[in-house]
């Protein structure tokens, strides 16, 4: 991938993504190259900049992996729905059986778009196992 289109400034920031981050970046970065192929806007180098710096504003969110993917997941809820989800585990010893029923009432109220990763039905199983992994770090951190 030339990161050619890059200014030196953007090719810094880059690099300060982790690898996972800046290898998800380049599969971006040649999808968007595909999809102009052959159109009036396939020598445009901003094209390329933005897919290869599109998730630099996570570098500043100090959220893991997990956190992030949760934070990406809350933003497909519906917020009146949501409070009924967190009435799931609050004042509760998050056993297996709490996790679960918060993890079914997450994806209740989920509604995630299907795209290349994965269907609906699919990222919304996903969606209930990082909102069960999530509580369980939460609560391990909490003790």
Same mark, same amino acid.
């Given at each position: ?13 880059? !690099?300060?993504?982790?690898?996972? $981050?800046?290898?998800? &970046? =380049? ?5 968007? %190259? +595909?999809? @102009? ?40 809820? !519906?917020?009146?729905?949501?409070? $009924?989800?967190?009435? &799931? =585990? ?5 056993? %297996? +059986?709490? @996790? ?40 391990? !951190?909490?003790?």
């Amino acid at each position: 991938m030339d990161t050619g289109a890059l200014t030196p400034e953007g090719f810094a920031q880059f !690099r300060r993504q982790p690898n996972h $981050d800046q290898r998800h &970046a =380049v599969g971006v970065a040649r999808d968007v %190259q +595909a999809r @102009l192929r052959d159109t009036s806007h396939a020598d445009d180098p901003r094209w390329l900049s933005a897919a290869l710096l599109h998730d630099v504003g996570k570098l500043d969110s100090r959220l893991g992996v997990y956190g992030r993917v949760v934070a990406t997941v809350s933003g497909t809820l !519906r917020t009146a729905s949501a409070a $009924d989800a967190a009435k &799931a =585990v609050i004042g509760t010893s998050l056993d %297996q +059986a709490t @996790l679960k029923k918060a993890a079914s009432a997450a994806q209740a109220i989920m509604s995630p778009a299907a795209d290349a990763r994965g269907p609906v039905e699919y990222r919304r199983h996903v969606g209930g196992i990082m909102v069960m992994r999530a509580l369980q770090r939460a609560a391990s !951190r909490a003790k």
